[in-house]
């Protein structure tokens, strides 16, 4: 990962987690280490974060190095701004307890971690997930946007409110 970001010429300036399950936060240590920024979560994923040890371990999964603790608490209704991005933070719990998706506005799109996939959801059986919570944050908070809104899921391809709204089968 470092050398695809020296040899394109970038610079992380921000490590913000939609979520914490163990796929999304392996990297932390690593970025916060390599580029010295702190890690960013709502700080309702602090016991999912906790957590990673014992869930990797449950798992069988293998790591390296824990994930940093959290140098800053995001909340609903922040903007992140950077270059010339603007995100809105939106809360979107369900797939976790505190999930949360960033919607820019100017360009189009929203990342949603693992609340909404191409013709699927994220999954509701891990702990701290809730299947009516993230239907209700899908529909109140995803949904609301324009119906071109371009989404990025945290696994697989992207797809739009659009689609979602109608052919989505959980919805």
């Not at 960013?40 to 449950?58: K, N, S, T, W, Y």
Request: proline letters at 8%; hydrophobic letters at 35%; one cysteine or more.
């Amino acid at each position: 990962m470092q050398q695809f970001i020296e040899n394109n010429s970038l610079h992380p300036v921000r490590l913000i987690n939609t979520h914490c399950h163990l796929d999304h936060v392996f990297g932390n240590a690593f970025v916060a280490n390599t580029w010295g920024i702190g890690l960013e979560i709502h700080a309702g994923e602090l016991p999912v974060l906790e957590r990673f040890p014992q869930v990797c371990q449950m798992y069988g999964v293998p790591f390296s190095e824990e994930s940093p603790a959290p140098a800053r608490f995001i909340e609903a209704g922040d903007v992140i701004n950077f270059g010339n991005t603007r995100l809105e933070v939106l809360f979107t719990p369900g797939h976790s307890p505190a999930s949360i998706s960033f919607y820019d506005r100017t360009n189009g799109y929203v990342i949603a971690g693992d609340v909404l996939f191409l013709e699927s959801i994220g999954r509701t059986d891990l702990p701290g997930g809730d299947f009516d919570t993230l239907l209700s944050s899908i529909r109140t908070r995803l949904f609301t946007l324009p119906d071109e809104t371009l989404v990025h899921p945290g696994h697989g391809p992207a797809t739009t409110i659009r689609h979602e709204k109608e052919y989505n089968p959980f919805l």
